[in-house]
């Protein structure tokens, strides 16, 4: 600043200097760290977009910094998961000190990670400071272990049901089809002696609550038949993991028919001959050769 005479002229000036030495390493160190970490780090502010992002949540996702802080973040988070992780933002916007939640968060390519966040909120700047840690194949791991055990369980179940009627055995697989599969809706049809038709008993009890039909058919003829008689006439199972997909077997569902959109059908063989037909459909996920 400048010092002045009586007559205002300038003769002198002075300044002030501060050593900000520590300062500048500090934010270096802080550059570099948030350059390096293998975790994904943000900032967001709490109006819902992100300010600063590490190049670790672009490889992770896939998308550009660019397009990761061009809408707000929630928009990024699966449909399923966005009230749960709003809720979380509420209380650290409450100066809650550390929040730590699980979501799944939207890929380039159209999947989904399931990511775990530890945030903490600075609410004097009003921002959100935040790590997450892409736990998607541990969660898949758990969840394969997890259907394992309900798969050999139902086996085990299976088993000890001591000569049960035709309706209670087959209420049995109805059901255990559904949770081995984690599909919504199945049947089974018994197959005649020429495998010429196919004859259905039942229905899971959700297939009968949703289907809007008043009569439903319970003899098939196999030359009619849609896409589950290819599995008889393949013999083989069929996979479809997109119903409205046009495929040769295809036939259209009768009115009121329950909407599909997976399905998977598998013979059932009895020696050389095939008895019956299971089926189940609308699984979350695309079906596969574990099912």
């Not at 570099?32 to 490889?59: D, H, Q, W």
């Not at 058919?217 to 290819?230: E, S």
């Amino acid at each position: 600043f400048p010092l002045y005479d009586t007559h205002g002229r300038i003769i002198a000036s002075a300044a002030i200097l501060r050593d900000i030495t520590e300062y500048k390493r500090a934010e270096l160190e802080i550059t570099n760290f948030f350059r390096l970490s293998v975790n994904m780090l943000c900032i967001a502010n709490l109006e819902g977009y992100f300010i600063k992002l590490n190049p670790n949540c672009e490889t992770t996702l896939g998308f550009t910094l660019e397009e990761l802080t061009a809408k707000p973040f929630i928009e990024f988070v699966h449909p399923d998961d966005r009230q749960a992780t709003i809720a979380q933002v509420r209380k650290l916007a409450a100066n809650k000190d550390v929040v730590s939640f699980e979501n799944r968060y939207l890929c380039k390519d159209g999947s989904y990670k399931t990511l775990l966040w530890n945030s903490t909120p600075s609410v004097e700047l009003g921002l959100i400071y935040a790590t997450a840690v892409d736990i998607t194949e541990r969660k898949q791991a758990e969840a394969k272990l997890a259907l394992d055990v309900v798969r050999t369980q139902t086996l085990l179940d299976l088993h000890q049901i001591d000569s049960p009627p035709p309706e209670q055995l087959l209420d049995f697989v109805l059901e255990a089809s559904l949770k081995v599969t984690q599909s919504e809706l199945s049947f089974v049809g018994l197959l005649d002696e020429t495998e010429s038709e196919m004859t259905i008993h039942r229905w899971s009890n959700k297939a009968m609550a949703q289907c809007a039909t008043s009569e439903k058919p319970l003899v098939y003829p196999l030359c009619a038949a849609g896409l589950w008689g290819d599995c008889v006439r393949h013999r083989q199972p069929l996979v479809i993991n997109n119903f409205a997909a046009p495929h040769p077997g295809k036939k259209d569902l009768p009115e009121g028919h329950v909407p599909i959109r997976r399905f998977l059908a598998v013979p059932v063989f009895d020696g050389e001959h095939i008895v019956a037909v299971a089926a189940v459909a609308n699984k979350a996920e695309p079906y596969a050769t574990s099912d």
